[in-house]
């Protein structure tokens, strides 16, 4: 009974930090089935700050539409108004890990997490043509020697009248509150004008204009750790080692 007792102990001690239960509501978000879209109104400075607000009457600050929620964001109604807060890109610079700090929350349903940020992925093409004249098939993210942009601009086609629009693009990454799940939000802005109007407006102050977004939380199936599977294997293996004395000893 002794040694049962011992291979217990070493079985309880192997499933101490081994994850068998979901520790989060975020944790059925597998294979990207979590999901939601975002708009509002986002104004970016030139002094690195990008502040939101509502696309619903009153404009409320911080506020953003969740619209066309799947998995455990199917509890939030489609229309809500859920809350964002502001970046400040000389404390959450491009291309660098920082916080995590505070980012999306759900005042609609707060038994869910969080979101937090804490990486904003620099832009994907070269500044080459951002100083071109315009013309429709152009990209461009500003860049100076020391810092690139978080936007990727692209010219587009227009009518007669706008020969010329423009759409720009950013990435933000982060982790939920609770450390379950990562998450990434890809936001989009369209404008009626071309990207080297939009730069030469924020180069002057700030740039104002809506925005959309889709925001896809993700978890990888939880996997034990190595030290943790040892620990079980070991008291499992005590218990048929135990299990055989047994019988042997009841055949003496």
Do not use: K
Not at 75 to 90: H, K, V
Not at 91 to 96: K, L, M, R
Not at 119 to 146: D, E, K, L, N, R
Not at 159 to 164: H, K
Request: glycine fraction near 8%; include cysteine; aromatic fraction near 8%.
């Amino acid at each position: 009974m002794e040694s049962v007792r011992i291979a217990l102990v070493i079985l309880a001690l192997g499933m101490i930090g081994t994850p068998v239960f979901a520790a989060s509501v975020y944790d059925s978000c597998v294979l990207n089935t979590c999901r939601f879209s975002m708009s509002g109104i986002a104004t970016v400075t030139s002094g690195g700050t990008i502040s939101w607000a509502s696309d619903q009457p009153g404009q409320t600050p911080n506020l953003f539409t969740l619209t066309l929620p799947t998995g455990v964001f199917s509890t939030i109604p489609s229309g809500s108004q859920e809350r964002i807060e502001n970046l400040t890109l000389a404390t959450e610079p491009v291309g660098t890990t920082f916080g995590p700090f505070p980012f999306i929350s759900f005042p609609t349903n707060p038994t869910l997490p969080p979101l937090d940020v804490n990486f904003i992925a620099p832009g994907i093409f070269s500044p080459a043509q951002c100083g071109s004249a315009p013309a429709p098939g152009q990209v461009c993210t500003p860049s100076t020697a020391t810092t690139t942009s978080a936007f990727s601009f692209t010219n587009t086609p227009g009518s007669a009248g706008v020969p010329v629009q423009s759409t720009a693009n950013f990435v933000v990454n982060g982790v939920s509150h609770d450390g379950a799940a990562a998450w990434t939000a890809n936001f989009t802005s369209q404008f009626n004008v071309p990207f080297q109007t939009v730069l030469a407006n924020l180069a002057t102050g700030q740039v104002t204009n809506s925005y959309s977004a889709v925001t896809t939380v993700t978890v990888s199936p939880t996997v034990p750790e190595p030290a943790s599977l040892t620990l079980l294997g070991t008291g499992l293996l005590g218990l048929v080692r135990a299990g055989r004395r047994r019988s042997a000893a009841r055949l003496n």
